[in-house]
């Protein structure tokens, strides 16, 4: 019998790659999803890469009586909790969506969880947790002091799970942060697909490659970096996914709680990003230097060790594996999924 994981947001970015190398591994999935930012076409890309269909419930976290359901009919080996709302400046612009969609949908998952006796919970947690006081690499047990509304909702949703795993020694949970990912499967056939305004540098990276867009907007370049421009951690999601693997199956065997950077551990910037992309997409990507962006870190990138000396993970894809995958989705795939 396989275990059964349940995956929300799993037709999202990351809940999309990590449903592929669950199945890989063997376990089944079943999604959840509201489709607020995704498509249920993916699914069916997740079964074709996989050789095996998976099953999935439209609906929101927040429905407390679809999860009574949901938990009701399956037995859970455990949960993989992706889904939540990323923007930043639409966070800062109607923080109530974000406290529910990422805070109250979390209440109502664990509370749920609970009742149905399923305490093996990995969390999808953010980079951005981390504050500006913060040193370089960040480690997890730097200072969490994060300057934007989506980045406050994440560490909420970590203090909460912090304070469940004190109150009850049967919760066995994974906190996740997340540094920059990027590319997607080397299949071509899933990858970002953002509804509405893009704000990440890979997704109008491509889109100036493919000619949807006449230059990159550069935020900033005077930023105390080498070429002046911001600096990130990218890394594969494919490695993001495969975390995710290795975090559920290290938790199943250990109760408490433990914070894992996902990172490369090194940091890119803008304008290197944007030479790695030309390479493998043979076209030129004109670039216009604007504003910073308001809030935008000159710099960060993760001490990505905890996660290679615990899980045995690491980030093993370069960036022009990365680039090479986002631009591969893309061309394939240019207005996303249909
Ligand atoms: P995404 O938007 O592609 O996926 C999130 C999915 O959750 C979407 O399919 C959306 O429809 C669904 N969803 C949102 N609110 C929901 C709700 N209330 N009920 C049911 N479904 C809901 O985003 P992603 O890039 O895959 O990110 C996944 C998680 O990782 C998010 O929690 C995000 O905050 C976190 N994260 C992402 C990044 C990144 O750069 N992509 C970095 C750090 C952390
Ligand atoms: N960036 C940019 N132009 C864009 C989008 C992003 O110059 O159109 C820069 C941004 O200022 C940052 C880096 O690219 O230095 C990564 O931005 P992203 O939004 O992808 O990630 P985050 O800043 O949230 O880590």
Known sequence: MRRKILVTGGAGY?????????????????????????KPAVLDRIAAIAGRAISWHEGDLRDRALLQRLFSQHHFAGVLHCAGVKSIPEAQQFPLKYYQHNLEASLTLLDVMSQHGVHKLVF??????????????????SPLAPNTVYGRSKMMVEELLHDLVQADDSWHIGILRYF??????PSGLIGEDPNGQVNNLMPHLCRVAIGRQDALSVFGHDYPTPDGTGVRDYLHVVDVAEGHVKALQHISAENGLITL??????????????????????????????ARRQGDLASYYADAS?????????????????????????????????
């Open 306 to 338: 905890r996660a290679a000396d615990i899980l045995g993970w690491r980030a093993k894809r370069g960036l022009l594996e990365m680039c090479a995958d986002a631009w591969r989705w893309q061309s394939n795939n240019p207005d996303g999924y249909l």
């Open 180 to 185: 920059n990912p990027v590319g997607a499967h």
């Open 261 to 290: 950077n996902l990172g490369m551990g090194r940091g890119y910037s803008v304008l290197e990003m944007v030479r790695a992309f030309e390479q493998v997409c043979g076209n030129h990507i004109p670039v216009r230097f604007v």
């Open 14 to 38: 990351i809940g999309s790659h990590t449903c592929v190398e669950l199945l890989a591994a063997d376990y089944d999935v079943v999604v959840i999803d509201n489709f607020s930012n995704s």
């Open 124 to 141: 999808s947690s953010s980079a951005t947790v981390y504050g500006e006081a913060a040193r370089l690499p960040y480690r997890e047990e």
